[in-house]
């Protein structure tokens, strides 16, 4: 079996809730990314997408289970994993470019100055903001914020980017600029990126693979659905390929209408739909050795 | 019509103007009459001494001690500068030596709950003590009347440094906070360069308020010790009932507590940020 880039094994998170038990808000959640994957998870709040990538950024703790990154285990924060944070999380005292150069020179300490200056203003003219880059976070929108944050992350070149629901405090014009944005820097980087999102539209757009999380408590990674468009994409184009409406229509039936009772595979694993190709959305055929599998269960049940 | 700074310039000077008309006008000597009798003047009543000196009797020791105030002709007769300067040095001294414990302090107890919890009942009980009630204990221990002056001023003004430090640091924004985690920042780097400019407002909202109370509680101090200093020539002037300089000492302290409290003001815009 060949190792993927990374490795989320059996991973869950136990609250205690106020009358004294507990509270599961998701468990044995498996997956794998491959390097140079954009994968987007979605799943309705309070089934812990959020917690997921924190646990995946190490700045929070998973109740069992486990995450491997190139054969290492994740153990608290590290460079080699950039977060771009819903509230942008600038530092309020810094200009935009001190913003980046901080975190560059953070990730390269021997780096000359000079040269940590070129490199900061290379990804701050990449989200078009060198005009800005004097400027502290409290004399820019909402949108030039995380335009600075997502250049922050990139800057340092982090083996895997962490994006927890980047857009989602932003106006939907601002955010589909952005979204473009977006879709060009990860055209020229191919980065390995984990993100979570709402917007279906979002996802689609972005992603490679959608993960669909079941409600919580008790929270699972039920499908992950493969994103069939060519790239490089465009917001103004992509709704013109078939397998868009087909992709959109399954995503939207999953969070409408399935996403209470739905289930990965015997061993944990997310389904994995291809609805672009497959005609029966909604019961995907199992392959023939999960047959099996399936049916030795069945039997042990019975 | 004149912008609202000139119009509160205006009203401030009229202000003014009243109020030292007004007690100018109550603060007269009594016509000299012959109602008097023997036996009033025997006992002085009728003398200009005993009364509230007029503005322009303040005036004019403030004049003469202002166009000489470095002069010193011996341990009792210094200029107003001189005494100034004792002060505000007996001010800087404690008040720098409360920062370098405070500020490392308030760090440690803002950064650790533990070291919270640990300390918390002991600076309850210690801040509400009047730094004037150390005087005697630091008296006897010091045994040194100027450096005593010092620690009383180095005790009052720890308290607001100390937990507006803690305050400050222990409520950096965590997304702050994860941002130095994410870059792999170590405690040290963390504090300096996150903590310390995420906490600097309150910490300098602290120092102003430290910096105020030294000033007050300098004047008493000095009352107490002796020897040189604003306080103790205010004390020197009542014994020697020249009331117009107690008016004219108690404006110059009015004026230096502002200058410090400006100086501090400045401090705290350099280090504000909006979010």
Known sequence: ?302 | MASLNVRAALLSVSFLILALGMWEMATQPPAATEATSEYELLMGVSGSESRVPPPSAVIKVAWAELSNPFYDAGANDKGIGIQLAYSVYRVLTGYLAAMAIALPLGFLIGMSPLMYKALNPYIQVLRPISPLAWMPLALFIIQDSDASAIFVIFICSIWPMLLNTAFGVANVRSDWVNVARTHELNPFKTAITVILPAAAPTILTGMRISIGIAWLVIVAAEMLVGGTGIGYYVWNEWNNLDLASVIFSILMIGVVGMLLDLALGKAQKLVEYKE
């Not at chain 1, 924060?77 to 005292?93: A, D, K, M, T």
């Not at chain 1, 997502?150 to 601002?174: K, W």
Request: proline share 5%; charged share 25%.
């Open chain 1, 1 to 302: 079996m060949s190792k993927s880039f990374l490795e989320v094994d059996g991973l869950s998170k136990v609250y205690p809730d106020r009358q004294g038990g507990e509270l599961t808000v998701f468990e044995d959640i498996r997956f794998a990314l491959q390097k140079g994957e954009f994968v987007c998870i979605i799943g309705h709040s309070g089934c812990g997408k959020s917690t997921i990538l924190n646990v995946l950024a190490g700045l929070d703790e998973a109740s069992t289970g486990n995450v491997v990154m190139n054969s290492k285990e994740v153990k608290g924060p590290g460079l080699e994993r950039g977060v771009v944070f819903q509230n942008y999380s600038l530092l309020p005292w810094k200009t935009a470019l001190n913003n980046i150069i901080f975190a560059v020179k953070a990730r390269w300490p021997s780096w000359s100055k000079e040269k940590v200056r070129e490199h900061s203003e290379r990804y701050l003219k990449m989200v078009g903001l060198d005009h800005a880059m004097d400027r502290k976070p409290s004399q820019l929108s909402g949108g030039m914020r995380q335009r600075v944050s997502i250049a922050r992350a990139f800057a340092t070149q982090p083996e895997l980017l962490l994006l927890d629901e980047p857009f989602g405090a932003l106006d939907a014009l601002t955010r589909g600029v952005i979204q473009d944005e977006l879709v060009k820097i990860w055209e020229e980087t191919r980065q390995t990126v984990f993100m979570i999102t709402h917007d279906v539209d979002e996802a689609i757009l972005l992603s490679d693979r959608i993960f669909l999380m079941s409600n919580g408590p008790n929270a699972r990674i039920a499908e992950s659905v493969k994103v069939n468009l060519p790239h490089p994409r465009s917001r103004a184009t992509i709704f013109q390929n078939p397998a868009h409406q087909k992709i959109r229509h399954y995503l939207v039936d999953f969070l409408v209408n399935r996403s209470g009772s739905a289930l990965p595979e015997q061993d944990g694993s997310p389904r994995v739909v291809d609805p672009s190709t497959d005609e029966l959305t909604s019961e995907p055929v199992p392959a023939e050795s999960e047959t099996k599998t399936e049916t030795t269960a069945r039997a042990v049940n019975a």
